[in-house]
């Protein structure tokens, strides 16, 4: 699975959507060749911001994440992303 769970421990993902914290995440998805469907999210702690545009959802890390020491930002397609509604967005 190409998943950037496996790079990131912050990012969780599970193939079961009542594990995930649907209104503190965000939460992106992808589709295997084979097998059910795997969500991916990232929960609020380590998000400073959200914003999207044109297809493309942008996610700037708190400053107090261990994500800050990784990156800037993380860039997802918003073919099927969901905000929840206790995330900062901008």
Do not use: Q
Not at 59 to 82: G, N, R
């Amino acid at each position: 699975m190409d998943s950037l769970a496996v790079k990131i421990p912050e990012i969780k993902f599970s193939s079961d959507a009542n594990e995930i914290p649907w209104e503190n995440a965000v939460v992106w998805t992808i589709m295997p060749r084979l097998g059910p469907r795997v969500y991916e999210w990232l929960e609020k702690e380590h998000i400073r911001s959200v914003s999207w545009t044109n297809g493309i959802v942008s996610i700037l890390p708190e400053k107090d994440s261990v994500l800050s020491d990784k990156c800037l930002c993380i860039v997802l397609p918003a073919v099927f992303t969901w905000i929840g509604k206790n995330v900062n967005v901008g």
